[in-house]
């Protein structure tokens, strides 16, 4: 599996941004699709966003559709999810997430349909 890092966590008030980074080591020579999933304090882990290899397929959740913008530098084996007009219900822990059995699609939103997993970075978002 591929080794997954993500940074860019952190405080920011309601309306605020931030811009999660994902960084990808071990098997980049790989394709991959990614995602990004977030888990509340007492919540299941929930779909944020997901794109493919070439960007060609993008999904959001209905609750961030609008708001975040998944992007992926694959030259850099780095991927970003840029989080505008956050709202506390937005606090979460931010997973990325890897699928290489098809990377040029999105073939799934749940968790099982990614086989890499980071370790999370925390978004707090104040009221």
């Known amino acids: 599996h591929v080794q997954l890092v993500e940074s860019g966590g952190g405080l920011v008030q309601a309306g605020g941004s931030l811009r999660l980074s994902c960084t990808a080591s071990g098997r980049t020579f790989s394709s991959y699709a990614m995602a990004w999933f977030r888990q509340a304090p007492g919540k299941a882990r929930e779909f944020v966003a997901a794109?493919?290899?070439?960007?060609?397929?993008?999904h959001y959740a209905d609750s961030v559709r609008g708001r975040f913008t998944i992007s992926r530098d694959n030259a850099k084996n780095t991927w970003y999810l840029q989080m505008n007009s956050l709202k506390p219900e937005d606090t979460a822990v931010y997973y990325c997430?890897?699928?290489?059995?098809?990377?040029?699609?999105?073939?799934?939103?749940?968790?099982?349909?990614?086989?890499?997993w980071g370790q999370g970075t925390q978004v707090t978002v104040s009221s």
């Open positions: 997430a890897a699928d290489e059995i098809t990377p040029y699609a999105v073939r799934g939103t749940k968790s099982t349909d990614f086989d890499s």
């Open positions: 794109i493919s290899w070439t960007g060609g397929a993008i």
